[in-house]
């Protein structure tokens, strides 16, 4: 029943914005991401990750992230997670460089839960941030730090279609709402909407490899303009146990 509300809300969102007069500026991008997991005992666990996304045609840097939290597990289906990011932005339209990169600090926690169905897994995340944005201008940064909270819930699943030993071949689609919210945010309570498809295959039980594509649509402050995003992602895999007690990798 929560899904449904909240795919109720995300197809209000959509039937909303098609009312309006878009100015859409469509690019692609490149998303290369490390993802590492490190297994501390079966209920504690901490994930890092850097993500480094450019823009492919012009060719161009887009933002550097580094992401760290970490994740209790109540029971096998539900898990708790909280942690920190570090966004370094250049640009986000690579037609404008700049000279200077704009920082970001973000506070994240979330709770996801899933439900296996045989070769079939559904997962889902309600997530929460908050956004502290540093303020510049074309020209460079400007004193003062803009604060935003942004709400982010997750449905994914993933189908295996064979596991042998300790390799795996698995397809994973997923969708993702996010809302933001807080005194700065007039014009665009809508923030995107991604759509993913990916392969994972897993080389061993401590490395996989994962290639997909994602759809991100995204709203700008203006209220009428938008980003349609084409990105490719590639992301590797790399967990390091503590316990010898075997985990699939979690993202």
């Not at 914005?17 to 991401?33: C, F, G, I, M, Y």
């Amino acid at each position: 029943m929560k899904s449904i509300n909240i795919f109720g809300l995300l197809l209000l969102c959509i039937i909303a914005n098609a009312q309006t007069e878009k100015n859409v500026d469509h690019q692609s991008l490149l998303w290369t991401r490390y993802f590492n997991q490190l297994t501390i005992n079966d209920k504690w666990s901490l994930h890092t990750e850097f993500d480094n996304r450019v823009f492919i045609n012009p060719f161009e840097d887009n933002l550097f992230l580094i992401r760290m939290h970490g994740r209790y597990k109540i029971n096998k289906n539900i898990d708790l997670g909280a942690g920190a990011s570090y966004f370094s932005v250049a640009t986000q339209v690579p037609e404008n460089t700049n000279d200077f990169r704009t920082p970001e600090y973000r506070i994240q926690q979330d709770i996801s839960w899933k439900h296996d169905y045989s070769n079939f897994t559904t997962h889902q995340r309600f997530q929460v941030e908050e956004r502290f944005i540093h303020n510049a201008d074309k020209t460079g940064l400007l004193p003062g730090i803009a604060f935003t909270w942004r709400f982010r819930y997750r449905l994914q699943g993933e189908y295996s279609f064979w596991q042998k030993e300790k390799q795996y071949l698995k397809a994973i689609v997923y969708d993702e709402l996010m809302i933001n919210a807080g005194q700065s945010i007039v014009k665009n309570t809508f923030d995107q909407n991604r759509i993913y498809a990916a392969m994972q295959y897993g080389i061993n039980k401590n490395i996989a490899l994962e290639l997909g594509y994602l759809n991100s649509f995204q709203q700008r402050a203006s209220g009428v303009d938008y980003f349609d995003r084409d990105i490719i992602r590639f992301t590797f895999y790399h967990k390091i146990k503590l316990t010898q007690k075997h985990k699939t990798f979690t993202n």
